[in-house]
């Protein structure tokens, strides 16, 4: 991926910020081969808009419009796929979005801005973007076996409850390559991305 101009807060709004992004946008759809003609009007109406109201007005307007936000008022579904490549390509042009896709969806879901139905939604258009990747969830005492059980190997030749000392605090992984998933394991480190909340890590299960 190409490198951008990192922009601060302050910037938003301006059209220097508006085209980073824009292009930023673009080019990693394009990229990872899944660009639509579509995404030549990601977010185009912001500057338009910037010359009749503020930055918060705008802002306000375009994610109840626009079916790439959790905001979006409209009837159309939502657009997950370009959600996802929005909350992917931010960390490349803007200096107070560090987080990839799947660590956005983490937090969303900790906001409570995410439903477990779009959670499902979402692992499913990661898949499809970024094809290949891996997530990963600590095992803890309240989780470690459903998630154990998972592995019908490991279900099938171990004693679960006796031997649960060798998964505690250990972390779960999943490893995609190109959308499905291919290993499934526990490691002493974290792999990939780690996700706080197990209805998250579920949502790639399935």
């Known amino acids: 991926m190409k490198e ?10 301006t059209f220097s910020y508006w085209f980073a992004h824009w292009r930023a946008y673009n080019s990693y ?4 081969g899944v660009w639509r003609p579509k995404y030549l009007l ?4 912001k500057p338009w808009l910037k010359l009749i109201m503020n930055y918060e007005k705008v802002k306000k307007f375009h994610e109840s419009h626009n079916r790439h936000h959790l905001g979006y008022k409209g009837t159309k579904p939502f657009d997950y796929d370009a959600m996802i490549l929005d909350w992917e390509v ?3 042009t803007k200096e107070d979005a560090p987080m990839n896709s799947i660590q956005t969806m ?6 409570g801005k995410v439903t477990c139905m779009q959670l499902e939604h979402l692992s499913r258009s990661v898949r499809y973007i970024l094809e290949n990747f891996t997530v990963c969830i600590k095992l803890r005492e309240d989780n470690w076996k459903k998630y154990i059980e998972k592995i019908p190997v490991v279900k099938e030749k171990e004693n679960l409850e006796e031997n649960k000392d060798l998964f505690l605090d250990k972390y779960m992984f999943l490893e995609f390559e190109d959308g499905a998933r291919v290993r499934t394991g526990w490691s002493d480190k ?15 299960f399935k």
């Open 190 to 204: 974290v792999q990939g991305t780690e996700l706080k909340y197990d209805e998250v890590f579920s949502a790639f």
């Open 4 to 13: 951008y101009k990192k922009y601060k807060e302050s910037d938003k709004g």
């Open 106 to 111: 983490d937090k969303m879901y900790e906001r």
């Open 29 to 32: 759809a394009i990229e990872h």
């Open 42 to 45: 990601h977010d185009a109406e």
């Open 90 to 92: 931010s960390r490349f």
